[in-house]
Nanobody, 132 residues
Framework: QLHLVESGGGLVQPGGSLTLSCRLS????????VGWFRQVPQVPGKERLG?????????LTFAAFAVGRFNMSRDDPNTAYLYINDLKPDDTGLYYC????????????????????????WGQGTQVTVSS
């Protein structure tokens, strides 16, 4: 059974940077898409918004708002990272990683998307607070 655990959240001053980690455990990890999402107070209904995801062949898909300040890497199947630069108070919220898959065959070569319904497994979230 796939299991995800986020870490790295905390209190950061505006303009600072943060790296969040997502630790995956389970089988066939290399076949999963991993995505980062966030839940921020200014979004009605506490909807989780996609930030960036990475496909099994390491291609990234970014949400429009995330271009420039957010990045993601996954150097090994067990861990994915979210890098956030120039943090703003509006970035305050709960950050989640999630996994979609396992993908097989030609589906392994497809890019990922940021629709929350695509992701079957979620971590518990890590809180990021941006404040001076």
């Amino acid at each position: 059974q796939l299991h995800l655990v986020e870490s790295g959240g905390g209190l950061v001053q505006p303009g600072g940077s943060l790296t969040l980690s997502c630790r995956l455990s389970g089988l066939e990890l290399e076949r999963y898409v991993v995505g980062w999402f966030r839940q921020v107070p200014q979004v009605p209904g506490k909807e989780r918004l996609g930030i960036v995801c990475i496909s099994p062949d390491k291609r990234l898909t970014f949400a429009a708002f995330a271009v420039g300040r957010f990045n993601m890497s996954r150097d090994d199947p067990n861990t994915a990272y979210l890098y956030i630069n120039d943090l703003k108070p509006d970035d305050t919220g709960l950050y989640y990683c999630a996994a979609e898959g396992p993908r097989r065959g030609v589906w392994l070569l497809e890019t990922c998307d940021l629709s929350t319904y695509e992701y079957q497994t979620w971590g518990q979230g890590t809180q990021v607070t941006v404040s001076s």
